[in-house]
Structure formats: C-alpha cells, structure tokens
C-alpha cells in the first residue's frame, strides 16, 4: 500500500506527496498530460523533441544537470503517446534543487535558437539511428497507419516523418509549449523523506507564481472499429524473418484490460509462456517471441512479435501463432491462471520497491483519474477468473479484428 495525501495549487498544479521516513533519498517526478497524440498530424514528433528541449535550459538555469550533480542528484525523462515525464532522483535534505529547477523550465523555458538547433540535430539523429538505420527500427513505421487510420497513434512517439523535426519552428515550439507545459496541465508527486507541510511550502513558493495556462480541450478522433484482417509485407536487410501481429484492445481503464493484461502474460510473457514453450523450445520455429498490451490511454494494442528460425516459412509460423493465440477461445486452466497471477502480484509488489517508481505510479495514476490506482490493482488481478480470461479471448482475439506484418530478410 502507498499512502499518499494531495493537494492543489489555485494555478491548477495538482501534487502528491508519499512520505517514506525509511530513505534519505527523494524522488520529485513531473507529469504532463501530453503525448504523441496531441500532435497535429503535420506537426509530428513535437512532444519528443520537447523531452529534450527542457533539458537545454532555462531563463535563469542554462545547465540543468550541473546544479543537480552538485548536490548529489540525477534525473532523466521519457516520451509516450499519452504523457510526457520529468523525474529527479537526490538527497532529500537538498530537496528544494529540484523544485527550483523544475519550476524555472516550466515558467521560463530557454527559447534560445542555438539550443533548438542542438536539439533538434539530436533528435534528427536519433530517428535515423533507431528507426531508420536499425534492423526492424521501422516496423512501427510500417504498423501504425496499418491499425489506426484516424487516431494519432497512428504515427509513433519519434514522429511521422523526420522532416517534421527539421522544419519545426521557434515559433511552433513556443506554441506547443505555452499550451501543454502549464501547471494545470501537470501533476508533481513529490516521495521519499519528506512532510506535507515541508511539500506544500516548496510548492507554493516555487511553482504557485506560474500562471495557468487554458484548459485542456482534448477531442480526439475515435477509431473506428476493424471489421477484417490487414495483413502488409516488408522486406529489408535484417538477419532473420521476423512476424508482428497487432490485436485491437481497450483502453487501460476499460473494466476488461486486467484480464486482457494476463492472457497476454499467458500467451507470452517470459521463457514460461505458452508461445516460448510451443514454438521456440518445442517446436524450434522461432528464435525468440514474446506478447505485450500497450496499457495506453486510449483503445490500444496487444502485441505478438517474433523472430523465426532460417528455413522456417512464414506462413507456416503464423499458422502455429493463430493455433495457439485462438486456442484461448477455449480457455484456460486455474492452475496456469493462478501461476500468472502470482507472477504479476510479485513484479507489481517488487516493481513498488523503488521509490520513484511509486512516485511514477501516483503520478500516472492521477493522470488517469484516481492516484490510488495502483494501490487496488493487486486486488483487481486478484479477481480476474478463468470466465474472464476466456470471455476476452474471445471477444478481443478474432482474425478479423488483427494485423499481421511479415518482416522478410532479403535473400
């Protein structure tokens, strides 16, 4: 259990604070509620490059990780297509560094041309290095436009097209900054060996003379329903043919994700899931496969990836997939429900050791709604049944309802 008080400032800024007495450590994370999916479809890849531009300085701060590493801390960011976040680990008795640097990018951020050219080469960069350069960088590339064709995530979080990034403006980044990067845009959860009233005073003085900035109207496309099967062919220069197929699911707070979440693990999480024991360590069709749901804001992805074995056809390999991922349709057994329950209530209870990654959990949580979500989630993976499991199965994993990339080595 994390326990947690909140409060907000009249700009909006929204802060939880999670006191722990145990550590001499705090983590202060930042959250924006803004993602890939903000963007305009000709202005891609903008919340990315601006994960980078606050860490390019700021009106008062040109360094941001000199004064941090003075003072015994670190910090790092990441970029989905829902939420952009901002965290800093450090000693808890310098706890006001972080604020300070924090709140001064989020009032006064550095508009500086040279630091929008420095960052947007590496950006530039970094697209060509891990989607375009890199074996199978490019399959979202490739997948996206193929499973939503009105929704943003149709393009990945680096963006649609690089030249998005190097056209962007001085005058489209203050833009796209002056409407997401306000307080009442974010949540500050601040953990560790801290107190209310020692949060609240930072708080207030640091962030409370930053102005709102206006509501948040998000009215984003709906997609529409897929009513039957894509299937699209790439071929590159990569070692070995490779399969991905994408099955549309719902959003992370519709009531079916945590069964929808387990029959993923089921089918393909780790060396014991049913796709690793049928078709790497059995049947030696593939070199590696693994599953995964998006767990996104929006209705998402579940995700079957994998790389086969040299001589093995790719139509053969899919069928053996579609045997097992529909064999589901008939359910499972309690003994394998209950052994991948146990496997999740452990990564979940292990996964709240780290501090800041209660800290992230709150914050995202309160994105999303409720803080306390990640304290019922045990219970909510408790009372997911075998019904359950086979109920999503069906409903969720029809051929009509997917999308099959085959990823072929040249020969």
Known sequence: ???????????????????????????????????????SENKTGFAHLFEHLMFGGSKN?????????????????????????????????????????????????????????????????????????????????KMRPEIYSKH?????????????IEQATMEDVKEFFYKFYRPNNATLVVAGQVKL??????????????????????????????SSAKQLEVEADVPLDAIYKVYRMPDRLHADYYALDLMTDVLGKGRTSQLYNDLVKEKQLF?????????????????IGGKLNPHISLDDANAEIEQIVYGLHQGISETTLEKT????????????????NRAMFLAMGDILG????INEELGKIGKV???????????????????????????
């Not at 989020?106 to 590496?122: A, G, N, T």
């Not at 930072?202 to 529409?224: C, Y």
């Not at 070199?287 to 995700?303: E, F, K, R, T």
């Open 61 to 141: 701060i040109p360094s941001f990780d000199r004064p941090l590493q003075l003072v015994g801390g670190d910090n790092n960011a990441f970029t989905s297509p829902d939420i952009t976040n901002y965290y800093i680990n450090l000693p808890a008795a310098n706890l006001e560094t972080a604020f300070w640097l924090e709140s001064d990018r989020m009032m006064s951020l550095s508009f500086d041309p040279k630091v929008l050219e420095v960052q947007r080469s590496v950006v530039i960069e970094e697209f060509k290095q891990r989607y375009l350069n890199q074996p199978y960088g490019d399959i979202w590339l």
């Open 341 to 356: 329950k146990n496997q999740a209530q452990a990564a979940h209870a292990f996964s709240e050791v780290e501090l800041l």
């Open 152 to 164: 943003p995530y149709r393009w990945p979080t680096i963006g649609k097209d690089i030249s998005h």
């Open 1 to 39: 259990m994390i326990h947690f008080e909140s409060f907000q400032l009249n700009n909006g800024l929204k802060v939880i604070v999670h006191e722990d007495p145990s550590t001499p450590m705090a983590a202060v994370n930042l959250l924006y509620d803004v993602g890939s999916r903000d963007e």
């Open 197 to 226: 009233d020692q949060v609240k005073q930072l708080a207030e003085k640091w962030f409370g003379p930053i102005p709102a900035g206006e509501s948040l109207k998000r009215a984003l496309p709906v997609e529409p329903a897929q």
């Open 385 to 411: 049944s075998t019904d359950n499991i086979q109920q999503v199965a069906r409903q969720y994993l029809q051929k009509e309802q997917c999308t099959t990339m085959y990823y072929k080595a040249k020969k």
């Open 370 to 373: 409720d803080a306390n979500m």
């Open 287 to 303: 070199n590696s496969i693994s599953a995964y749901s998006s767990g996104s804001h929006d209705p998402g992805m579940l995700v």
